[in-house]
């Protein structure tokens, strides 16, 4: 397996050295002959070649295996002609990374301010009101004055039907819930598109139970009672705020992992942003990146059928469990460890 690995900004190449130490171990034990090709992207891109992401990277995610993307500074880049460009939303855009899949689960010996629960939000990846990647050319956000903005929001049956599909095969697979969470009362014409395509889909998953919920009642609920849900999607933006919600639940947005998967590519990417208020000081959790790299190994063997890469992912996914109970983690979840010591004690798990 082929790796592209971007350590990225801030917290990002603290948590990817310590995703790599796990991954190193776990290849060994598996014999999943991993590979791991390393390049900058974000400021350290930037200050080197003029640009946060160079284009001849697309060609190497497009000949790996999976990319591995630690966050970057986003906020940072403004100005895409000054070759500041958005890495994460480069690599969903040009790969077709539809699906945006994210885990949150609460795990047993660590205090949670809610209830047990053990659910999957399904966001939409690709329109939306992301202004710089819903456009063919050009950007959705629009000056019309110094004081008046448009920003659009695309939605398009293609894109509703299959993140839908996307859904309702992963619910099909676990406890057969599917919650759509939507604003059809006020986006009538886009979210009412959006729901209307998950029911019809959902009709043909039989076994499947749906529910949909208004977004806003959405933040309630999942706070009040997170157990109820199973699988949950929806569009972009109302995921993106949603996930950061579900990972906190958890525990910490530290435990938050995410998959963007598409027909043919996958990418690994924490669910968080790179964190620079604790950037350099060995305390973030490296278990958002890890857990998204188990969802890519997860990924790559179900595509090609090798049982060893389940087997693999399956491992770090106890090992975690173990290793938070044990207190081997760091401090946001209780643990007394710093990052790289979590990505060593880990990794010796994983070695034996
Ligand atoms: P953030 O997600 O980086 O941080 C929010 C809070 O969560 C902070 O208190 C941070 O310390 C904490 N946190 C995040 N990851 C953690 C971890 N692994 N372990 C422990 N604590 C963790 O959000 P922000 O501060 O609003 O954004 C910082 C930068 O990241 C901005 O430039 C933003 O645009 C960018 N961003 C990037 C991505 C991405 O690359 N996918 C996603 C979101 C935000």
């Known amino acids: 397996m082929r790796l592209l690995v971007l350590p990225g900004d801030g917290i990002g190449p603290e948590i990817t050295s310590a995703t790599q130490a796990v991954l190193r171990a776990a290849s060994k034990r598996f014999d999943l002959g991993l590979e791991m090709d390393e390049h900058d992207v974000g400021h350290a891109s930037l200050r080197q070649h003029g640009t946060t992401v160079r284009p ?19 906020f940072d880049f403004k100005d895409e002609a000054k070759g500041q460009i958005n890495p994460s939303k480069f690599f969903r855009k040009e790969l077709d ?30 329109e939306g009101f992301y ?26 049956r ?42 019809a889909t959902v009709a043909r998953y039989p076994g499947i139970e749906m529910d949909a919920v208004i977004v806003d009642a959405m933040m309630a609920h999942v706070v009040r ?13 109302f995921g993106d705020i949603l996930s950061d919600l579900t990972a906190e639940l958890s525990g910490s947005l530290g435990l938050g ?31 958002s990146l890890i857990l998204s790299a188990v969802l890519l190994l997860d990924w790559h063997g179900e595509r090609h059928q090798a049982a060893r890469f ?7 996914e106890t090992g975690i469990t173990q290793a938070i109970a044990a207190g081997k983690a760091t401090r946001d979840v209780g643990g007394t460890l710093g990052t790289a010591a979590v990505g060593e004690a880990l990794a010796a798990l994983i070695a034996n």
């Open 56 to 74: 001849e990277l697309l060609d190497l995610a497009r000949t790996a295996d999976g990319v591995m993307l630690g966050p970057t500074a986003t």
């Open 225 to 237: 009672h997170p157990s109820r849900y199973d699988v949950i999607v929806t569009t972009n933006m």
């Open 97 to 126: 990374l539809f699906a945006n899949v994210r885990p949150a689960r609460t795990y047993p010996g660590m205090k949670s301010p809610v209830e047990d629960f053990d659910l999957v939000v399904v966001r939409e990846n690709t």
């Open 131 to 156: 202004a710089d990647r819903n456009m063919e050319q050009g950007n959705g956000e629009i000056l019309v004055t110094p004081d008046v903005v448009i920003s659009l929001r695309r939605i398009t």
């Open 257 to 287: 992992g995410s998959l963007n998967a598409g027909a043919t590519h996958a990418m690994a990417q924490a669910a968080h942003g790179s964190a620079p208020d604790i950037a350099g000081q060995d305390v973030a959790n490296p278990f």
């Open 158 to 199: 293609q894109c509703c039907e299959r993140i839908a599909e996307a859904a309702c095969a992963l619910a099909a697979r676990r406890r057969k819930r599917l919650t759509v969470v939507h604003k059809a009362n006020v986006l009538k014409i886009g979210d009412g598109m959006f729901l209307d395509i998950c029911r």
């Open 310 to 316: 389940g087997e693999a992912a399956r491992a770090i």
